[in-house]
């Protein structure tokens, strides 16, 4: 033990280069903390040992395994602007004027809108919802969508998941009479757009604490403080103060699609929400899941991500950047189903991810080695899609380990429009908001963990200079922190349903909370099966034969798929453990993360 009670870094089961070219460490804990997590909470040791592991202190544990909105509600008046909002909003609601939504395309965005509008709907008033066309307009606010709104009759225009970036537009709507407020929680500069109020807890000033939040988290905390104004002004004397507890299910969905760090409050609104959306009240998401196959029942962090987040942004793949919005806002179980079923039938882009994907990678290796070992990697290629643009720089950041931004250039005007995947420890929103302001973009911005981009196509080269030169300290650091971090090894035999749902009390998982990691010890890869997509099926069997099913996915290509394949023996594995329900069993499988073979010296199979 290091002072403290700390453990030190030593290489767990003493894996310093696995097949990814990890080391794994036990992920270090406090033993004082540990032994309080077990005392105060009653909790088993390796669970008491995860818990403190990822920060939570010993007065944090009963917060953190049973959060509450009582306990972790900041108060609204800490965001900078926020009063001045809300009673900018309210005065335009009371004095029967046009306020419109308008936001960004993505679930966030959509989550976000939904809120204001359903809130609306509870004070007896309507809200236009305005998505600008990604492919069209390009993304966030403009001086033209504006000027529509304008022309529409707007007083006052709500942004919400964007405008915090967007000064020459915002300013063009005041030039023209338009009052603005926004609400967003992305990067931003200095001098905030000149309008009515900026709230976003990102915003140089603002003492509120909760950076972490997704635009729907900080739409969610201007309700409260919207209904509080609304309460002093004697507004509910007539009509019932809306319940914003119903709504949650919506703010846990802008959190867990936007990766925002799952603690304190945002962990509140995360799980909160999921046991809200564990009803399927809100006809748009119930419709989601039945266009899915799926059954309603417990929603997950899972649920949101994979099922719900992907159909939702679909809309803005197919020139309906509003359907998300007006599906999560609507009350009617029939429009739900069509705009679901639009959606669903959007959703499957399967073959031209792959086909980018693939033309990806081959570009990166065309470059040679060294092309890897930059601070991170920028691809872009002729008529990529721009909808799929970001789930293959997710997929390739997974590959690869580092900051990837794909980049799909239009044939016909020459400017490309990309999406970033980061690293933890590399703040990309940030470098990519640099490159705008340093002229090599057209537009860009987003958090440290994603971004967005429109760039010229003889100006790519340039930004991706810009970018490596912006990343390479950063890089560096995070290359140092690239370890596998295990929470406890386990025998095939505790790789257990039981051992599972207590794990599962630490949910829901996301960046600062990661879903935990558990290491098998000489196992061997039993009857290996290559699927569909890359993946990789096995069973992993100890030399008792106690045995448990596991999945590697997108692997078969890679030293970590080739050993699983040769069934290879005396393995070191690590992985999650995950519910295997299928058919009504109640058992668990082991996805696989990565491996040890004590056979080779390198990542090199």
């Not at 499957?348 to 990166?364: F, I, K, L, N, P």
């Not at 005007?413 to 908001?433: D, I």
């Not at 991706?464 to 950063?474: N, P, T, Y």
């Amino acid at each position: 033990m290091a002072d403290g009670g700390v453990a030190t870094a030593v290489n767990f089961l003493g894996v310093s280069c696995s097949l990814s070219g990890r080391a794994w460490l036990q992920r270090p804990a406090e033993a004082e903390t540990v032994r309080a997590h077990m005392q105060g909470l009653g909790l088993a040791e390796p669970l008491a040992r995860a818990l403190a592991a990822r920060g939570v202190t010993a007065d944090q544990g009963e917060d953190f395994l049973s959060p509450t909105l009582r306990a972790l509600f900041p108060d609204p008046s800490s965001f900078l602007d926020m009063d001045k909002a809300a009673e900018v909003i309210l005065d335009a609601l009371t004095a029967g004027r046009s306020i419109h939504v308008f936001a960004d395309y993505d679930v966030d965005g959509a989550s976000s809108a939904a809120l204001l509008v359903r809130w609306f709907r509870a004070m007896g008033a309507d809200l236009p919802i305005y998505v600008p066309d990604r492919l069209t307009e390009g993304y966030g606010p403009s001086p033209k969508a504006f000027e529509t709104l304008k022309a529409s009759g707007a007083d006052l225009v709500i942004t919400v998941d964007c405008g915090a970036a967007a000064v020459e537009a915002v300013a063009h709507a005041a030039a023209i009479g338009l009052k603005v407020v926004v609400v967003d929680h992305h990067l931003m500069r200095e001098q905030p757009p000149a309008c009515e109020a900026v709230v976003n807890p990102n915003r140089p000033g603002c003492n509120s604490g909760q950076g972490n939040l997704a635009a729907a988290g900080v739409v969610f905390v201007l309700l409260a403080a919207l209904n509080r104004a609304a309460r002093a002004r004697g507004l509910f004397a007539a009509r019932a103060e809306p319940d914003l507890r119903q709504w949650l299910d919506l703010a846990a969905l802008g959190a867990i699609c936007d990766v925002t760090a799952l603690n304190g409050f945002n962990r509140a609104l995360a799980a909160l929400g999921l046991k809200v959306m564990s009803d399927w009240r809100n006809p748009g998401l119930a419709a989601l899941l039945a266009v899915a196959g799926m059954e309603p029942g417990p929603a997950k962090a899972s649920h949101a991500g994979f099922i719900l987040g992907p159909r939702i942004n679909a809309g803005g793949r197919i020139g309906r950047a509003d359907l998300g919005a007006r599906l999560l806002s609507t009350d009617d179980p029939a429009e739900a189903a069509r705009i679901a079923a639009e959606l669903d039938a959007n959703t499957s882009r399967r073959e031209v991810e792959r086909e980018v994907t693939e033309a990806a990678v081959r570009q990166v290796e065309s470059r040679g080695p060294d092309a890897l070992d930059r601070a991170i990697i920028v691809v872009e290629g002729e008529g990529w899609h721009p909808g799929v643009v970001g789930i293959v720089a997710g997929r390739l950041r997974e590959r690869w380990r580092k900051p990837v931004i794909v980049i799909g250039v239009d044939p016909a005007t020459g400017v490309g429009k990309g999406s970033g995947r980061s690293q933890p420890g590399v703040n990309l929103g940030r470098a990519v908001q640099a490159a705008w302001e340093a002229g090599h973009l057209m537009a860009g911005g987003g958090h440290a963990m994603a971004a967005g981009l429109t760039v010229a196509g003889d100006r790519i080269e340039a930004a991706r200079a810009f970018l490596e030169e912006a990343l390479a300290d950063q890089q560096a650091a995070a290359e140092v922190l690239d370890v596998v971090d295990v929470d406890a090894i386990l025998d095939c035999r505790a790789a257990s349903r039981s051992l599972f749902e207590d794990f599962e009390r630490l949910a829901p998982f996301g960046p600062s909370n990661p879903e935990p990691l558990f290491a098998l010890d000489r196992v061997t890869a039993r009857e290996p099966v290559a699927m569909t997509g890359g993946h990789v099926r096995c069973r992993l069997t100890a030399a008792d034969g106690a045995s448990v099913k596991a999945i590697a996915w997108r692997c078969a290509d890679l030293p970590l798929g080739r050993a699983l394949l040769s069934g290879a023996t005396g393995l070191s594995v690590v992985g999650r453990l995950k519910a295997d329900d299928w058919n009504g069993r109640r058992g668990v499988q082991f996805e696989v993360e990565d491996a040890h073979d004590p056979r080779r010296e390198t990542s090199d199979f």
